[in-house]
Every structure is written in C-alpha cells, then in structure tokens.
C-alpha cells in the first residue's frame, strides 16, 4: 500500500464546485453531487419560516445562540443519531465539521488514513493541515479493512481514518456492517479516530439499512448534514462526537463565527419536529432518487453496450463505472462531453496522494438530471467516450 507525506494537491481536484460550460443549451450535468430540485421541501420549508416569523417567538430566531446550536435542534438530531443532545454540535454544514474535527485533532505531519478513490473536497480540508496520507483501497463493499489491518500491522500509525461508510462518493458502496464494527475495533486497538461522513445516509431507495459505526466508542466521530435532504443552501450540518473531542471542537467554533444561523436553526427545527414531515420528505427523494439511478444505469448499457460496467448502487447521488475500452483518454473525453452538454468526473480526480488514480473510472450523478432526459445526457456522454473521439 502506497504511503505519502506530501499535502493534497487540490489543483488536481478540478471539476469540483466550478460553474457549468456556458453556451451549451440545455446542459445536462452528469457529474452534479447537487440533490434534485424537485426533492427539496420548498414549500414545507417556506411555512416553516413563516411559522417561526409569525409565532411569540420571532424575535429569539432572530438572536445570537449557543455555540452548540439551538435546543430544538440539537434534541431533535440527538433523537435522530440516537445520542444524547449534548454530544450533538450544529454546523454550517458537513465540510465546516471536517474542518473543525480535523483541526481539533491533527497536526502537521501526522498521518490521516482515507479512502481510494476519495471525496476530494475533504482533501481540500485536510491540506491545511499539512498531514500525510495512507490510501486504503475501496471498491464494491466500501473500504477495505483488510487491506489496511495489513498496513497497520506492518507499522502505519494513522492519527484520523476518514471515511463515508453510507453510498461512498465517488463509488457509491456502502460498507458492511460486520466491517464497521471491525473497523472500529481497529480503531480501538491501534488509537486512531475515525471520522464517518455520513450525508448519503438517508438516501437508501433499495436495500437494507446498516448500522452506523457505534457512536458509543470514543474512537468515532460522525458528521452529517442537511445538505442533501432540505437543501445545502441552509448551511446546516452537525458533528457527533465522544464527550473527550467535544469540547476542543466547541472552543474552535467559538474562536471562529460563534454559531449557525439562530434563523436557519429555527426553521429546520418547526420542520424536523412536525409529525411524520422529515420522513415524507426523504422518503419522496429516495423514490425519486432510485428512478434516476435505475434510468441511468439502464441507459449506460443501451448506449455503451459492451464498453461500460457499473454497477446500479442501492442509495445516494452517485453511480461509479469503468470504461472497457483499451487506455481510454477521460480528460479529452470530458472536454468533449462539455462541448456535447454533459460533463463526467474523471477517476483520477478522486484519488488521494499516493493513491491508484482509478484509471479507466468516471463518476456520475443522478440528482441533477431529470429522468426524461437522462438518455440524452448518456447518449451525449456515449459520443464523447468514442473511442476515434475521445483521444
């Protein structure tokens, strides 16, 4: 297993967060991690708001809060991760908890554990910390475990294993839950702390649901968000954590913007705690989500019969496949899709320093592409991948 101790080079992590190709109508973008438009609660999330607005208690959403986040809030995710509320701190979403868990826990130099292929933006994150990184090979079922028991046994010493155990971005696997608890047992053994990023979560439209890694050891922190499921525009995420990292984590937040939106927090809370509404809303986007998913994955192997393999995932935004073709060349294949009106993220943007670069790899999303036109989209996708085109 590869071993590395340079920082991340986020300039090889292009694609990600940069704004379409203009000029193409009607452009569909295979590559989005965006949820769908039409899964987003706008309207229960505009009563909310005038709920909040219209209620004794207006002027409190529109105060300074705790650190930790707004009671209702942090009672209602604590029932939801089933912990107690005050191992629950809100955030701006699932990178800024990264940001803080990281910050609480690494210094420069130390050795962060992560998956390959891996979230690029948590590479971006990790960078400011200067650290090292010891890829672990991901596949079908998620992480690896035995590949990396064999790295600890033979000496690597990770401070921080990063992971995102549910409907992995970018393959779309979910790690078993014999493996999680392995895993954790890992952790325990050789002192590492694992950090599952958890957004997919609620998106599982096939399948059955696997345990979180126990929050009840001290070796796991997980971080979650509404990012996918209420909108990422509420900037609302929250980090469970051991009662021995919390308050490290709490000072940091302090020191930096005090706490989210009191406003936001209020609306997310008349939502979450209205009756049966949160699951109505998830269970619209994962019936949602599992038609675009079984639309694409049907479409790739109509219009690349032979020349693709991917394999239809049971939740999230992503589907990973591998081009069959001899040595294909994805970035001239992406310049070309762009010209098309569709756009892929190319293998090689999801590993990590020392990594394999998953030659031969895309990942494509299925949030932001209706299904109507998700044959469009593959078929201007199957243009580009042509073999006489692509090079």
């Not at 309207?43 to 909040?52: G, Q």
């Not at 208690?57 to 029932?79: C, F, H, N």
């Not at 010209?339 to 999303?365: K, N």
Request: charged share 20%.
């Amino acid at each position: 297993m590869a071993l590395s101790r340079r920082g991340a080079d986020t300039t090889a992590l292009g694609g990600f967060g940069d704004p379409p190709p203009t000029g193409v109508p009607g452009f569909l973008p295979l590559t989005s991690g965006t949820p769908a438009a039409e899964a987003l609660p706008v309207k229960e999330l505009s009563e909310a708001a005038a709920d909040v607005l219209g209620g004794p208690a207006a002027a409190d959403a529109l105060q300074y809060s705790g650190v930790e986040g707004t009671p209702e809030l942090r009672e209602w995710i604590g029932r939801h991760e089933e912990v107690a509320a005050e191992r629950v701190l809100v955030t701006n979403g699932a990178l800024h908890s990264l940001s803080l868990v990281f910050d609480a826990l690494l210094d420069p130099g130390d050795l962060v554990a992560v998956e390959d292929p891996v979230y690029p933006l948590a590479l971006r994150v990790l960078g400011r910390s200067h650290v090292g990184y010891l890829p672990v090979p991901t596949g079908p079922d998620g992480l690896d475990i035995d590949a990396l028991a064999r790295a600890l046994e033979g000496g690597a010493r990770p401070k921080v294993l990063y992971t995102v155990p549910d409907f992995h971005n970018p393959t779309g696997a979910t790690l078993p839950a014999p493996a999680r608890t392995r895993l954790v047992e890992l952790a325990e053994t050789y002192g590492f702390t694992i950090v599952a990023d958890s957004p997919y979560r609620e998106l599982r439209f096939s399948g059955e649901q696997v345990p979180q890694p126990s929050a009840e050891s001290d070796a796991v922190v997980r971080v979650n968000s509404f990012s996918k499921t209420l909108g990422p525009g509420l900037r609302l995420g929250w980090i469970v954590g051991p009662r021995r990292l919390l308050p490290a984590v709490t000072r940091l937040r302090a020191n930096q913007d005090q706490h989210s939106s009191t406003f936001t927090q209020a609306i997310a809370a008349r939502l979450l705690t209205t009756p049966g509404l949160f699951d109505r809303v998830t269970a619209d986007a994962r019936a949602l989500y599992g038609r675009r998913a079984r639309a694409l994955h049907a479409a790739l192997h109509t219009a690349l019969p032979g020349r693709i393999e991917a394999a239809l995932p049971e939740g999230g935004l992503f589907l990973w496949a591998k081009v069959l073709d001899d040595d294909p060349d994805l970035h001239t294949a992406r310049t070309r899709a762009h010209a098309l009106g569709t756009d892929f993220g190319v293998g090689s943007h999801f590993s990590p320093p020392g990594g394999t670069g998953s030659p031969a790899h895309i990942r494509l999303g299925i949030g932001a592409v209706p299904e109507a036109d998700v044959a469009t989209a593959v078929g201007r996708l199957a243009e580009a991948l042509r073999p006489e085109t692509a090079r």
